[in-house]
Antibody, heavy 121, light 110 residues
């Protein structure tokens, strides 16, 4: 069964950095694009970033472009999100999600349990 | 402000049929598939409907999706208490070059 386990969340000051990880199992990780999606406390879902199955291309939401970097290590079945220049509005639960079949950019067929990032002084 | 528009709340009694709407534009729902996600309290979202009206294995046929023009809807028939959750619609947006979500609809089973 597909499992996605995020880690690396925590409390960080505005302007700081944090790296999230997502360990994947139960499917051929190197064959699927992967996403990060976030949810601010009590708010709705916001797509953050997507990386192609081989890491050859990456796309980002406007609110994180230039500050966040998505990457992957297919030899370790792990997805990453490097977050720099963090702002208070980046406070959210960050979910790792597997791209769905077909055009994997479009949707998310499995989600991790999420890791909480709090940006506060 | 979400790109896709959903009513913030919906409700129904057990056994009833409830529909949740999702309104978009020609750059998202009007030209791409619609997806629905269910988020039970305190848990991660789960894929409920994909490609407008397809159900992943394990999703009961009480859940159905449809799309018409720049709008979509999720219907839940035979409402059950365990359907109480937040529901989100989503679609790829050609102008923004990324997936976009509705603001979510909180479904209450009375």
């Amino acid at each position: 069964q597909v499992q996605l386990v995020e880690s690396g969340g925590g409390v960080v000051q505005p302007g700081g950095s944090l790296r999230l990880s997502c360990a994947a199992s139960g499917f051929t990780f190197s064959s699927y694009g992967m996403h990060w999606v976030r949810q601010a406390p009590g708010k709705g879902l916001e797509w953050v970033a997507f990386i192609w199955f081989d890491g050859s291309n990456k796309i980002y939401g406007d609110s994180v472009k230039g500050r966040f970097t998505i990457s992957r290590d297919n030899s370790k079945n792990t997805l990453y999100l490097q977050m720099n220049s963090l702002r208070t509005e980046d406070t959210a639960i960050y979910y790792c999600a597997k791209g769905g079949g077909g055009d994997q950019r479009e949707f998310f067929d499995y989600w991790g349990q999420g890791t909480l990032v709090t940006v506060s002084s | 402000q979400s790109v896709l528009t959903q009513p913030p709340s919906a409700s129904g009694t057990p056994g009833q049929r409830v529909t949740i709407s999702c309104s978009g534009s020609s750059s998202n729902i009007g030209s791409n598939y619609v997806y629905w996600y269910q988020q039970l309290p305190g848990t991660a979202p789960k894929l409920l409907i994909y490609r407008n009206n397809q159900r992943p294995s394990g999703v009961p046929d009480r859940f159905s999706g449809s799309r018409s023009g720049t709008s979509a809807s999720l219907a839940i028939s035979g409402l059950r208490s365990e359907d109480e959750a937040d529901y989100y619609c989503a679609a790829w947006d050609d102008s923004l070059s990324g997936p976009v979500f509705g603001g979510g609809t909180k479904l209450t089973v009375l």
